[in-house]
């Protein structure tokens, strides 16, 4: 709770000045950039980075049928290697059948319920996780273009609105944070811009995988304020918000951060 405290007490005394506008696109940077060499060194070697782990656990789950089909997503897919490459990089991505737009957490369940008709995946299971850090993995490197598609602009838009939105006991938005005052620390951690270019990523905090919805529902306990459910409107819009914002940057799954 210090963590949350020490937030409040740097941006309240800040507020009247703090005025909440978008950081122009030749000013935006990964999280990478705002990280200490130990962690970029982690991020940057295959063999040290632990998110690797949930990758090859992944390639494995790819190459497996399951479900009343006995399908892999393989069958449909071929190799990854190409049939998903620059696939991550668009996602939210706008689904016809269901009139939104769905994450590639949503993505991959959809798939498993409609062609291999298995049973949806939890949200932050192992499995769930393992899938789409391959699948995001096969787009490292590529520029990031969700919030593109004209079909999103009203989600992309309702993002935005709930990144400005101050929120919880604390009162603050996400804004506030990664817009008014990126490049700080708080408790010893940097402050982001808030550029999702990683999920899912490894957190040293965690020690494990986890996916840019835990970590969204996390910051919005730590401002007190009720989390949106996994899987909600709420959360993908904030997800494409985020992603659009990133437009340009390069994917980097799995990433490292605290």
Same mark, same amino acid.
Request: proline share 7%; glycine share 8%; net charge positive.
């Given at each position: 709770?210090?963590?949350?405290?020490?937030?409040?007490?740097?941006?309240?005394?800040?507020?009247?000045?703090?005025?909440?506008?978008?950081?122009?696109?030749?000013?935006?940077?990964?999280?990478?950039?705002?990280?200490?060499?130990?962690?970029?060194?982690?991020?940057?070697?295959?063999?040290?980075?632990?998110?690797?782990?949930?990758?090859?656990?992944?390639?494995?789950?790819?190459?497996?049928?399951?479900?009343?089909?006995?399908?892999?997503?393989?069958?449909?897919?071929?190799?990854?290697?190409?049939?998903?490459?620059?696939?991550?990089?668009?996602?939210?991505?706008?689904?016809?059948?269901?009139?939104?737009?769905?994450?590639?957490?949503?993505?991959?369940?959809?798939?498993?319920?409609?062609?291999?008709? %298995?049973?949806?995946?939890? $949200?932050? @299971?192992?499995? +769930?996780? #393992? *899938?789409?850090?391959?699948?995001?993995?096969?787009? &490292? !490197?590529?520029?990031?273009?969700?919030?593109?598609?004209?079909?999103?602009?009203?989600?992309?838009?309702?993002?935005?609105?709930?990144?400005?939105?101050?929120?919880?006991?604390?009162?603050?938005?996400?804004?506030?944070?990664?817009?008014?005052?990126?490049?700080?620390?708080?408790?010893?951690?940097?402050?982001?811009?808030?550029?999702?270019?990683?999920?899912?990523?490894?957190?040293?905090?965690?020690?494990?995988?986890?996916?840019?919805?835990?970590?969204?529902?996390?910051?919005?306990?730590?401002?007190? %304020?009720?989390?949106?459910? $996994?899987? @909600?409107?709420? +959360?993908? #819009? *904030?997800?494409?918000?985020?992603?659009?914002?990133? &437009? !340009?940057?390069?994917?980097?799954?799995?990433?490292?951060?605290?």
């Amino acid at each position: 709770m210090r963590f949350w405290r020490a937030i409040a007490v740097a941006l309240t005394a800040t507020v009247p000045a703090l005025l909440a506008g978008e950081i122009p696109p030749e000013a935006r940077r990964s999280g990478y950039s705002f990280m200490g060499p130990d962690t970029r060194a982690m991020q940057d070697d295959d063999t040290s980075n632990p998110g690797m782990l949930f990758v090859l656990d992944g390639e494995a789950l790819w190459g497996k049928k399951t479900g009343r089909a006995q399908k892999s997503c393989a069958d449909c897919h071929g190799d990854a290697r190409g049939s998903m490459k620059g696939v991550a990089a668009r996602y939210p991505a706008f689904d016809k059948a269901l009139g939104r737009p769905v994450t590639l957490d949503q993505r991959v369940n959809l798939c498993r319920s409609n062609h291999q008709q %298995a049973t949806p995946l939890p $949200y932050e @299971s192992h499995d +769930l996780l #393992a *899938l789409s850090a391959f699948i995001a993995h096969q787009s &490292r !490197g590529v520029p990031i273009t969700a919030g593109d598609d004209p079909q999103v602009r009203p989600f992309v838009d309702q993002g935005r609105d709930l990144f400005m939105q101050r929120e919880g006991q604390l009162n603050l938005a996400c804004s506030n944070c990664h817009d008014d005052n990126f490049d700080k620390r708080l408790a010893g951690a940097p402050i982001t811009q808030g550029k999702p270019t990683g999920y899912p990523l490894y957190r040293l905090e965690w020690q494990t995988l986890g996916s840019l919805e835990r970590r969204l529902r996390s910051c919005m306990t730590g401002v007190r %304020a009720q989390a949106y459910d $996994y899987g @909600s409107p709420e +959360l993908v #819009a *904030l997800e494409l918000y985020l992603m659009s914002r990133a &437009r !340009g940057l390069p994917m980097e799954t799995p990433a490292v951060r605290p």
